[in-house]
């Protein structure tokens, strides 16, 4: 699904108004009658206080459309207008006079007023600011949106919530919304880690914007769900053997660390790479043929780092760094690994840190190759951001300039490709573990192994290894989820992907 920058949801704004030859404030009614549906459904006309906050712009607009609706149907409404400026949007000036048709009359927060007394039972619909948010708030805005927050009652935010830029990090308060109902598209803000803390749930509301122009709009970021992932993936052959899927080598270990490579090598075996080979140093050997009776292990001459990579025979796939250590001998083994390539190659971990510290092996890195790096090792491989925004467009240069696919692992991991980030939806806070990384690492490459692009192997293996975590969870809890029950997951995670959208229904019944 299109993530869309301000500007270009004002343009489809703009495109449905002319295509379908509607007023704004049409626009603007039907926005609120989708807001008004989705809380009449639930609340069913419960007597619960609803205390709707509305600024002066569209987003405010919003919030008066709704009240009016509310009104209708029997709620018990208090309507606030935050008074934040004098230039009052057009369409915020007609439904308010709309409302006090309706004998509703607002009460209007100003700078020296004293702020209304909000129940933790009361229902808070946050309409203030929405994606025009432009500058920093006034101080008794700001203090407006604290005695919110700090009243413990149920906020419901109109499209985003207030204080939050689109484009950039808040400079002062901003709702902490307990779910937001969002105009026919997300907003990147829900996916960063400095902005997503605001928001608890998020959902889409369509207001029916028009499809052509969002169609054919090229956008910065998507976010990926099962409908992007789905038509990745490659169906198997029924004449198929394993030399079909591909032969993938996993590269990495020292003494104490032959777990990672454990790891990496199950979850390539597991994601579906016909054979897998391990490449670890010789302290390896004997856990990993008991621990995988099904991958090989080739062994470094060195008993605990690896310090000469030969592979007697040319892999499919390639994945390595995992706990490999960074000892001089390592790098050395690593730049001559690299010079070799020709293919694409994943690296992780130490192999991160080796580019990281020794910058010159980047042109040895092969065309579109990935790299999966945690915040840490991306900031030693580009340097310091000033905020999320700026680590994004940091590394779409990075990405630019070095032909690479860079997948930024975290909350909603983030795969770059030159100018394209591409935001993924599943996983949990259980994820959050030792040797996550590496089973992330071994499926991308067991996927490329078995022949996905290397970006489709980033979108797609981010998106299941994510979907195995959320099956898991259900059966651990989050602090008890290991690395090795993700790899457990990962047929459960496929059949959930590939199951027919009407199956579970139709075992309910
Ligand atoms: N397609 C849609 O999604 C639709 C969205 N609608 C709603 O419209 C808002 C956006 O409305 P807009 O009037 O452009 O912006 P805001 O309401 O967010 O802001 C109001 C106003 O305030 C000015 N401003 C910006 N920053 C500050 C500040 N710190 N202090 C004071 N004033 C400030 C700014 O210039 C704006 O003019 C969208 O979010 C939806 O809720 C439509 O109703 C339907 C279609
Ligand atoms: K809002």
Redesign the pocket.
Known sequence: MKIFSADQ??K??KS?IEKEQIS?DM??E???TRLFEWIHTRLQGAQVNIQLFC????????GIVLARHLQEHGYNIQVHVVN??E?R?K??LLNLERLKDRKIWPDFINEDSSFPLISPEDIVVD?I??????????QW?ANLIGHINASRAFVLS???PSGLPMDRPPVSEVIEANHVLS??VPKLVFFLPQTGIYIDQWEILD?G?DTEFLTHEEVGYELIGPPDVLPLYRPRNKFSHKGTYGHAVIIGGSYGKIGAVQLASNACLTVGSGLVTAFVPKCGYHSLQTALPEIMVLTDDDDENIEQITIPFVPNAIGIGVGMGTSEDTAKAFGAFLKKQENPVVIDADGLNLLAKHQELLKSVPAQSILTPHPKELERLIGKWDNDFDKLEKTKKFSSKNDCVVVIKGAHSITIYKDKGYVNSSGNPGMATAGSGDVLTGMITGLLSQGYEPLAACVFGVYLHGLAGDIAVHQYGYEALKASILVENIGRAYQELLRPPNRENSQES
């Open positions: 949801i004002y489809a704004d449905t704004s626009l603007m039907r926005a609120a600024g002066i712009g569209n987003n405010g607009g919003d934040y400026s230039k949007s369409d915020f309409a600011f929405g994606i025009g948010l432009s500058r920093p708030l006034d805005v109109v499209d985003i105009f026919q207001i914007l």
